[in-house]
C-alpha cells in the first residue's frame, strides 16, 4: 500500500474522529443511565450510592494520580511502589532489576556495570572458542548427513 505522509495522516485523523465519536456516544449513555437511576431513587440517594461504591483505588490506578502514596506495607516490611531500583536485590545469582545499581552473586556486591561487561566478555570468549574449535560447523555437517 501507500505509506505516504498523506495516506497515514488521513488515517490517523480518520482514526481520531472514529474514537472520538465513540467517546462522545460513550459519554451520552452514561449521562443516559445516570439521569434513568437519578428519576428512578433521587439525587440524594444516588449521591450516597456514588459515594458508598466509588472505586478510589481504581481511579488512582487508571490515572495514577496517586503519588502521594508511595509505599505498602507487604509481610510486614516497608515496600516502595516504584523506585526498587535503588533497593539490593534479593535475587544472589546475579539477577535484579534493570536499572539497579548492583547484582549480587552469593555474598558478594558487583557494580552493575562491572557484571554486565563480565558477563559480555565471558560470553565472547565462549564464542571465540567454539567458532575456533569448529564444532557448530562439525555440528551443522552431522546434521546434513
Do not use: W
Not at 536485590?89 to 552469593?106: C, D, E, M, Q
Request: proline residues 3%.
Amino acid at each position: 500500500g501507500d505509506y505516504s505522509y498523506k495516506s497515514l495522516r488521513a488515517y490517523t485523523d480518520e482514526a481520531e474522529d472514529t474514537l472520538s465519536n465513540r467517546c462522545n456516544k460513550a459519554t451520552l449513555e452514561e449521562d443516559r443511565i445516570v439521569m434513568s437511576i437519578v428519576n428512578k431513587i433521587g439525587k440524594d440517594a444516588f449521591l450516597k450510592m456514588k459515594k458508598e461504591h466509588y472505586n478510589k483505588q481504581l481511579e488512582n490506578f487508571c490515572i495514577n494520580a496517586d503519588t502521594k502514596h508511595t509505599h505498602d506495607i507487604i509481610d510486614g516490611y516497608i515496600v516502595p511502589r516504584a523506585g526498587f531500583i535503588y533497593l539490593t536485590p534479593l535475587s544472589t545469582n546475579g539477577r535484579a532489576p534493570f536499572y539497579s545499581s548492583v547484582k549480587v552473586i552469593g555474598d558478594t556486591k558487583i557494580p552493575t556495570l562491572r557484571f554486565n561487561i563480565a558477563i559480555l566478555l565471558l560470553m565472547s570468549i565462549i564464542a571465540a572458542i567454539m567458532l575456533y574449535s569448529d564444532r557448530p560447523a562439525r555440528y551443522l555437517r552431522k546434521e546434513q548427513q
